[in-house]
């Protein structure tokens, strides 16, 4: 493996045990990925959402695997820090198509993956844990196989099931996070928990870095977060989500106002724009 991606794999599972928590505003394609890196980034994690959405599709697994692959490959190119890739719920039929698409990441430069169970078809439960569990093995053998020590995210979807009580969703979590740390996960993902007593419980029960979802108004700050134990702090898709609101009210002014004082009040300039692909040492 090319010493200079062993030694981001490794940065990347440093940063998830640092004195700060690892925050990661995600990106969906090279520029954001960019831009991201120049505010002072450590790390890159995609958007799955904000990625599709760029390619002109809803969320949930829409993109082809070529489409998420070059993506992915495309934001590798431009960034020196490393990149994590949100593969959703794995792609392909089963485990060995998604082992496949993490063995075509890792050669293109990813050093984390982002793996969900998610949904089962009817949109009411929870898929089955025994899915992820397969998925994380076989990708934890693929990197085992190109001796890369790949950071695999399990994200836990039990806080968006309906139904459920406080006291099951955290159980059922717990018990899923367990399945997946067994399976070979590197950490743990619970996007919609923010009840900060089960934050702090589940952080101080799980071997792992625990990551918690940011991307919305009123999210605790990282200090907050951190002082819970929290390792990783992922903004999602709120990052295009706010990128998208700022653009259609730039459009909505030039076109019904017949003036552009909102882009021209925040905007770079097109050697600024052009600098953040100029071939870097």
């Known amino acids: 493996m090319n010493p200079v991606h062993r030694s981001r794999a490794e940065y990347f599972q440093q940063l998830h045990a640092g004195a700060e928590p690892l925050v990661l505003p995600n990106a969906w394609d090279a520029a954001s990925a960019r831009i991201i890196e120049n505010a002072g980034a450590k790390a890159i994690a995609t958007t799955s959402d904000g ?3 760029g390619l002109g599709y809803p969320g949930g697994q829409q993109m082809t ?5 070059s993506t992915c490959l495309r934001i590798c190119r431009v960034v020196n820090v490393p990149v994590s890739a949100d593969i959703e719920q794995g792609y392909g039929s089963d485990a060995q ?6 063995e075509a990441l890792i050669r293109g430069g990813v050093v984390g993956i982002n793996m969900e169970d998610g949904m089962a078809s009817d949109g009411q439960t929870l898929a089955s844990s025994g899915v992820l569990s397969e998925r994380i093995a076989e990708a934890r053998a693929v990197s085992l196989r190109l001796d890369l020590p790949l950071f695999i995210n399990a994200r836990i979807d039990t806080y968006f099931a309906p139904g459920l009580d406080a006291q099951t969703r955290f159980e059922e979590t717990c018990t899923r996070a367990r ?15 923010a009840d900060l ?7 101080k029960l799980l071997p792992v870095p625990l990551n ?17 134990g929290v390792r990783r702090i992922s903004l999602g898709c709120g990052t295009m989500q706010a990128s998208l609101a700022h653009l259609d009210r730039i459009a909505r002014e030039a076109l019904a106002q017949g003036c552009s004082a909102t882009m021209g009040g925040l905007m ?3 050697s600024q724009a052009s600098n953040l692909f100029q071939p870097r040492s």
Not at 65 to 69: R, S, T
């Open 51 to 53: 990625m599709a959405w």
């Open 65 to 69: 695997v070529q489409e998420l692959l």
């Open 97 to 102: 198509e998604t082992g496949e698409l993490v």
């Open 179 to 193: 399945s997946y740390i067994d399976a070979g996960a590197s950490g743990i993902f619970v996007p919609g928990l």
């Open 197 to 203: 007593e089960q934050i702090a419980s589940l952080a």
């Open 212 to 228: 918690i979802y940011a991307g919305y108004a009123g999210a605790p700050i990282s200090t907050v977060l951190g002082e819970l």
């Open 268 to 270: 770079l300039s097109v």
